[in-house]
């Protein structure tokens, strides 16, 4: 009768299936090859329980090197965040308007922009 619990229990029930899932092993080991496939499928762990669940963002973001997010760990807060903030970007207006909402909120400008810089690089937008 715990709707908290009850929901703990999904997420861990789907994270399991995750981890034992064909299919995704072969995609992270194609990405980052057979012997790291599991090591990085656990870390990917991490953006699950951020709500992200689009293996093609979570591997981009893992791999994604450009900028100051890029030199982080693969489960650093600002890599997992700024992949959060990809899973609702489509295209280039999209990220204006993120932008926009994050200097909004009162983000400082050189975050705004390492944001905004990996967004793209995960989603592979261009600059206009």
């Given at each position: 009768?715990?709707?908290?619990?009850?929901?703990?229990?999904?997420?861990?029930?789907?994270?399991?299936?995750?981890?034992?899932?064909?299919?995704?092993?072969?995609?992270?080991?194609?990405?980052?090859?057979?012997?790291?496939?599991?090591?990085?499928?656990?870390?990917?762990?991490?953006?699950?329980?951020?709500?992200?669940?689009d293996n093609k963002i979570i591997i981009n973001a893992m791999k994604e090197t450009?900028?100051?997010?890029g030199k982080t760990s693969a489960t650093d807060s600002r890599r997992i965040a700024a992949a959060k903030l990809a899973t609702g970007i489509s295209g280039s207006?999209?990220?204006?308007?993120?932008?926009?909402?994050?200097?909004?909120?009162?983000?400082?400008?050189?975050?705004?922009?390492?944001?905004?810089?990996?967004?793209?690089?995960?989603?592979?937008?261009?600059?206009?």
């Amino acid at each position: 009768d715990d709707p908290k619990a009850y929901k703990q229990y999904l997420n861990e029930k789907s994270d399991k299936e995750f981890l034992k899932s064909k299919e995704i092993k072969q995609q992270y080991a194609k990405e980052f090859g057979e012997s790291n496939a599991e090591n990085m499928m656990n870390q990917a762990i991490e953006y699950r329980k951020q709500g992200i669940t689009d293996n093609k963002i979570i591997i981009n973001a893992m791999k994604e090197t450009s900028g100051e997010i890029g030199k982080t760990s693969a489960t650093d807060s600002r890599r997992i965040a700024a992949a959060k903030l990809a899973t609702g970007i489509s295209g280039s207006k999209d990220i204006e308007n993120m932008t926009k909402r994050l200097k909004a909120k009162g983000y400082n400008e050189k975050m705004v922009s390492e944001n905004e810089e990996f967004v793209r690089s995960i989603k592979k937008i261009k600059y206009n």
